[in-house]
Structures are given as C-alpha cells and as structure tokens.
C-alpha cells in the first residue's frame, strides 16, 4: 500500500464549478499537510500548508485535513481556465519524512 | 517569500557526457535539499536528499555513482548525471529547505534533460 493515494483523474470542469481534490493516507506519523500546483514542465508551487485537522482558506482555495479519517481535500471556489494544472498532495512527518501524492490532473473548460 | 533558483531549466546532450544541475537558495540557508525526478505524468519520485556538508542519503534503487550530490555551501546543491544515456531522460527538480523544519517546502523550477 502506497503511503499516500491520490486519484490521478484527469479531472474535467466547466469554468465557474467547485472542484474537489482528495487524498488518502495510511501513516499516522504525517503531521504536516501541503497542496502544490503543478503546471506542465514547471516545478511544484506551494498553495496550502496546514498541520491540524479542520479547514485553511486562501482566497478560492480551501484545504480540508481529517486526521481521524486519514483524509485530505483541496476546494477549489469559482474556478477558472487558469487553474488547469497538476495538483500533487504532500506530506510530511515530524521526522522531516516527506511523501507525494501522483497527483490528479485538472482541466477547467472556458 | 523563498526562492529556489535552479538552472539550466533545459539541456540536450550526448549520450556518455555528464550534465550538471545547480540549486540555489537565494533568500534562505537550505540546509537540507531534496533531488526529484518526473517522469511524464507521474508524480515525483524522491532521488535523494543532501545535508550542507555531508554526503547525500540516497533513495533505493539510485545509483549514487551515475547521480552526484554535491551540497558544499548552504545555498547551493549540485546533481551531476555522469555518463548520461537516454533513460535518464526525465524533468529533475531540486527542493529546499530551512532550518526551521519545513522541509520540501520550495521547489526549484525543474531542469529538463534530454540525452541523445
């Protein structure tokens, strides 16, 4: 079992639609949430960083942790052609061990 | 907010040289740095990870012989794929961190390498 699932999709939304982005996990040591955005032949970009169960909100996008469930979500509000990229979940323990998600690929249609 | 700088962002060689990738912080000590490697729409897959000063801890399946970490200063870590052949085709991506912890946090913006 890998450490960290993450349905690759691709996703397909119209422009203006809430997505939904999830990721599962099996090791309680994670303790440190991220989300990047990946955009094609680009590094990683950080867009959420959270470390406790409950929601972080910035701007359109919203991350989601449910410790007890093992389950981690990004919101994305309103979305716009802009957002078609990569999105890869991460994690990390308090030992600085730190895993991927295979990341879902997103497309929002103008 | 921190950079990663990492250059070249794309380089053609010939098969049997050696390509070198830098990696730089430019507005923090990374005191640690991390070595992906991206294969077409597959996630990124951990290389190994340098310490400023030591020798890096290699992922298995590595060969530490072919990938050559050098992290001599606290700004910058050096990839070096010696005698590059056409597998090692692939986007390589440098990651750094503080020693505040937060590793993995800020990525370099990928190195493209095609060997022919």
């Known amino acids: 079992q890998k450490e960290v699932e993450q349905d690759p999709g691709p996703l397909s939304v119209p422009e203006g639609a809430i997505v939904s982005l999830n990721c599962t996990y099996s090791?309680?040591?994670?303790?440190?949430f991220m989300w990047y955005r990946q955009y094609s032949r680009k590094g990683p970009e950080l867009l959420m960083y959270?470390?406790?169960?409950g929601n972080k909100e910035d701007g359109r996008f919203t991350a989601q942790v449910d410790k007890s469930s093992k389950y981690i979500s990004l919101f994305i509000r309103d979305s716009q052609p802009s957002d078609s990229a990569t999105y890869l979940c991460?994690?990390?323990?308090?030992?600085?061990?730190?895993?991927f998600g295979t990341g879902t690929s997103l497309t929002v249609i103008p | 907010g921190a950079v990663v700088s990492q250059h070249p962002s794309w380089v053609i060689c010939k098969s049997g040289t050696s390509v070198k990738i830098e990696c730089r912080s430019l507005?923090?000590?990374?005191?640690?740095m991390f070595w992906y490697r991206q294969f077409p729409k597959q996630s990124l897959m951990l290389m190994a990870t340098?310490?400023?000063?030591?020798?890096?801890?290699?992922e298995q399946g590595v060969e530490k012989d072919k990938f050559l970490i050098n992290h001599a200063s606290l700004t910058l870590s050096t990839l070096t794929v010696t005698s590059a052949h056409p597998e090692d085709s692939s986007f390589y991506i440098c990651s750094a961190g503080d020693r505040l912890g937060f590793y993995g946090y800020t990525f370099g913006s990928g190195t493209r390498l095609t060997v022919v």
């Open positions: 340098s310490n400023e000063g030591s020798k890096a801890t290699y």
């Open positions: 090791n309680s040591a994670f303790q440190y």
């Open positions: 991460a994690m990390q323990t308090t030992g600085n061990q730190f895993y």
């Open positions: 959270t470390y406790s169960s």
């Open positions: 507005d923090f000590q990374a005191t640690t």
